[in-house]
Every structure is written in structure tokens, then in C-alpha cells.
């Protein structure tokens, strides 16, 4: 199936790692021009070689994505250099969770800034350009947890709820200037930071998504791949009348739709 893709310019932040790193790939693989951002610059650049090697054009930008002036910095060099945006993929995101009683402020205002801040600050630069040339496409990467939060859970299944509510906003605002808006949410997905985890704790990837399986009905941990594909089919052709839609992509661990 033709998707569609091919020299649209596609921004993922948090694209060094697990989803937003299988999600550059997938749509360059696709034919999409990908500008990716992160706070790790060595990674980064590897990232962007990684992605020019299978014949994709790729910019990469370091820049922490709870920090507005970066975000600006960044939406500033996507635009010098491909003059448009197509694709917006509010990936950059990490999994707090604690006791309600135990969490800061400064652990609250982090986790908004990064998730839901970034996200609000990535669109509000983005619209402009997609409402100018005809529309566009925004995928805001939550979780499951946002829709059915359970106990020890903040700050992010709030910060994820707020996702959840930011996209049917945007998706009723910008219909109709052809802006579609959808989210992902997503359940246990391998990646970098659970794989740091295991290393703190001591235990093999292996072992500790062995564990994690065990609570998903398809017993298994899902792959960052798995979410790349529904996000590229998300920003596609194929994908034309779907907007103000979440998606759980979570091996049916949810129990909402």
C-alpha cells in the first residue's frame, strides 16, 4: 500500500530510543524527511547517521523538550532546513510513578513540563506551518494508565489524561484546516529506560520483561516497532478521516476501550 509519505517532513521528539527512534526509521523508510530531537547529542547524531544510511535525509537537534527555548530551537531548525511540517510525533516522554503523598512538587511540574508542556509547546509552533500549507498530521504518544489510572501512579497517568484531553481538543479545533490529531497509548513496549532499569536493579532485560509479560493477555512485551507502524499509519494517507482517536496498543491489558 502506498502511504503517502514520500518528502513529507516528519518531527519526533525523544527520537533516539525505543518509539520515537523505530518511529524516524519507519517513516523514513517510508520516503518522509525526519527531524528528530533529544537531550543526548552522541546518540543523536548516531541516530541521524543510522537513519541517512538507508537514503533518508535526517536533522538532528539536541534539545530537552521541557524546556521551551530548545523547543523553539528546534521547530526553528526543522522549518530552515525542509521550509514545512507534515508530521508531528509528541513522543519525548518517561514513566514517573510514585505514592500520591510521596511526590514532590518539583517531580509534578518535571513530568508536566516534559510530557504534557512539550507537547502543547511542539504544536503550538507546528500548527502555523500545517494550517498554511493545507494540513497536517499530529500523533501525541500516552498511555493506557491515562485512561484507567491505578493506585502509586503520579505524576504520569495525570500528565497522560492531560494528553488524552489536549488531543480531542485539537482534533475538534483543527479539523477543519485538514490538522488530524490522534494519540497512541501504549502499554508495556520495550525500551532504553526499562532496559536502564533492569541494569540498576541487576536483573537480565530478559528476565524483567519475562515479568512484565505475565500481566498482558498476549503475554508478551510489545515492541517499539509495533507502535512505529500504527503511528506511520496514523500519519498516512491511509488514515484520512481518522482523527480525535486513541488507539490502545497495549497486548489488550486495558480494560477501557
Known amino acids: 500500500m502506498e502511504l503517502g509519505l514520500r518528502d513529507k517532513v516528519a518531527v519526533v521528539t525523544g527520537g533516539t530510543d525505543g518509539i520515537g527512534k523505530a518511529t524516524a526509521f519507519k517513516l523514513a523508510e517510508e520516503g518522509a524527511k525526519v527531524a528528530i530531537c533529544a537531550r543526548r547529542k552522541e546518540l543523536l547524531d548516531k541516530t541521524a547517521d543510522e537513519i541517512r544510511k538507508i537514503g533518508a535525509e535526517a536533522l538532528a537537534v539536541a534539545a530537552d523538550v521541557s524546556k521551551a527555548i530548545d523547543i523553539e530551537r528546534f521547530i526553528n531548525a526543522v522549518i530552515d532546513r525542509f521550509g514545512r511540517i507534515d508530521i508531528l510525533v509528541n513522543n519525548a516522554g518517561m514513566s514517573l510513578r510514585g505514592k500520591f503523598l510521596e511526590v514532590s512538587d518539583e517531580t ?121 507502524n500504527v503511528i506511520t499509519f496514523l500519519a498516512s494517507n491511509a488514515a484520512s478521516y481518522v482523527t480525535g482517536a486513541s488507539i490502545n496498543l497495549d497486548g489488550g491489558i486495558s480494560g477501557v476501550l
Not at 123 to 135: A, I, S
Not at 191 to 211: L, T
Request: charged share 25%; with cysteine; net charge positive.
Open 108 to 228: 509534578w511540574g518535571a513530568d508536566l513540563e516534559l510530557k504534557l508542556f512539550g507537547a502543547i509547546r511542539c504544536t503550538r509552533l507546528t500548527v502555523p506551518y500545517m494550517k498554511k500549507q493545507g494540513g497536517g498530521r499530529i500523533i501525541n504518544i500516552t498511555t493506557a494508565h491515562g485512561k484507567q489510572p491505578g493506585p502509586e501512579s503520579v505524576p504520569t497517568s495525570v500528565s497522560r489524561a492531560a494528553g488524552l484531553a489536549l488531543t480531542k481538543v485539537l482534533s475538534k479545533e483543527y479539523a477543519a484546516d485538514n490538522i488530524l490529531v490522534n494519540t497512541v497509548c501504549v502499554g508495556q513496549i520495550k525500551s532504553g529506560q526499562h532496559e536502564r532499569r533492569c541494569v540498576r536493579e541487576g536483573i537480565s532485560a530478559e528476565e524483567y520483561y519475562s515479568r512484565l509479560a505475565k500481566r498482558v493477555p498476549l503475554k508478551r512485551v510489545g515492541e517499539a516497532e509495533e507502535v512505529a
